[in-house]
């Protein structure tokens, strides 16, 4: 999780959402995506923001089954946007790094003070939670960093 971080400030940074799970998302009536909860809105890389979204936002077997299509879209959608190109295996990597970041602000979802209000239902922490620790082990995330 240390390693994530510091890659995460060692690349290039813009605004991201920074916790863009699955229930701050909404579909509008016309059908257009939308993302509400903008409080922790930070300088930060776009990798912290795909793994956090698509390892707590898809069920695991819709992760191994879209994740590389889904990452091509995004590069794709980040150079139609003016973004220099991003090679694949590039942002594969940061990609795998990120989700130890993600985990960790997840996480803390569970053990919160006795006085402070629920973040989020344990029930969905414990989804979440499952879905990135899945992904890590999945995706052999910790040789991401040799």
Known sequence: ???SAVRHQQLPHS???SDPHLKN???TDDGSMGLNDWQCVVRGHW????AYAMSSGLAVDDRR???RDLITLYLDGLAEQGVAKIHFDDAWTIYRQQLFGALAWWTGTLGQPPNT???QPRESSLVFIGRMATAIDDLD???SFV
């Open 117 to 119: 209000p629920v973040m």
């Open 1 to 3: 999780t240390e390693q």
């Open 65 to 67: 089954a879209w994740e």
């Open 141 to 143: 995330a910790l040789r």
């Open 15 to 17: 605004v991201i959402h």
């Open 25 to 27: 998302w909404y579909i």
């Open 47 to 50: 990798g912290r923001d795909l």
